[in-house]
Antibody, heavy 122, light 106 residues
Framework: QVQMVESGGGVVQPGGSLRLSCAAS????????MHWVRQAPGKGLEWVAF????????YYGDSVKGRFTISKDTSKKTLYLQMSSLRPEDTAIYYC???????????????WGQGTLVTVSS | DIQMTQSPSSLSASVGDRVTITCRAS??????LSWFQQKPGKAPKSLIY???TLQSGVPSRFSGSGSGTDFTLTISSLQPEDFATYYC?????????FGPGTKVDI
């Protein structure tokens, strides 16, 4: 089974910063596009950000643009989400997810991590 | 941005029922549509991609259809483990928007 393990969640005050990590295999980090998707308590799924397999393209949802940064370190086999200027409405479980490998013409999400909870509260 | 809608938002069904969920995109997305299943307290699970192709290991009672703007997810004979929330997602363009979800309960 594909394994991706998120970490870094916790409680942070409004206006604060937090960095999430998603540990995966070298194959996944180097050959698959990767996403962050979040889910506020009792709500649906919200797509947050994407990084292309080669790191050359990044995309963000409107609600996080300018505040969140997606990146990865292939040598550490890890995906990151740097979150700043956090707001109470950013409170959610954050999931990392992977696309099919770059050579697959579909490019759809096919696997998910278990998620890490971020709570923004004073 | 492409907006995704789903109907119904929730439904009640019994084991053995045939269940159909509809997903609509605000503009044409060809067949760049996925379906995900999520059970309470669990991460989502990928069910279907390319509108109609089952992910490996997904039971054949699940099926998907559609193209352009209108899509359906069908469960031919509902099983106890199928009670969950189902989401569609388009991957034709960024942002990759999800539908609001359809909760299937007893």
């Amino acid at each position: 089974q594909v394994q991706m393990v998120e970490s870094g969640g916790g409680v942070v005050q409004p206006g604060g910063s937090l960095r999430l990590s998603c540990a995966a295999s070298e194959f996944i980090v180097s050959r698959c596009g990767m996403h962050w998707v979040r889910q506020a308590p009792g709500k649906g799924l919200e797509w947050v950000a994407f990084i292309r397999y080669d790191g050359n393209s990044k995309y963000y949802g409107d609600s996080v643009k300018g505040r969140f940064t997606i990146s990865k370190d292939t040598s550490k086999k890890t995906l990151y989400l740097q979150m700043s200027s956090l707001r109470p409405e950013d409170t959610a479980i954050y999931y990392c997810a992977k696309d099919t490998p770059f050579f697959d013409p579909q490019g759809n999400i096919d696997s998910w991590g278990q998620g890490t909870l971020v709570t923004v509260s004073s | 941005d492409i907006q995704m809608t789903q109907s119904p938002s929730s439904l009640s069904a019994s084991v053995g029922d045939r269940v159909t969920i509809t997903c609509r995109a605000s503009q044409g997305i060809s067949t760049y549509l996925s379906w995900f299943q999520q059970k309470p307290g669990k991460a989502p699970k990928s069910l279907i991609y390319a509108a109609s192709t089952l992910q490996s290991g997904v039971p054949s009672r699940f099926s998907g259809s559609g193209s352009g703007t209108d899509f359906t997810l069908t469960i031919s004979s509902l099983q106890p483990e199928d009670f969950a929330t189902y989401y569609c997602q388009q991957y034709n363009a960024y942002p990759r928007t999800f539908g609001p979800g359809t909760k299937v309960d007893i």
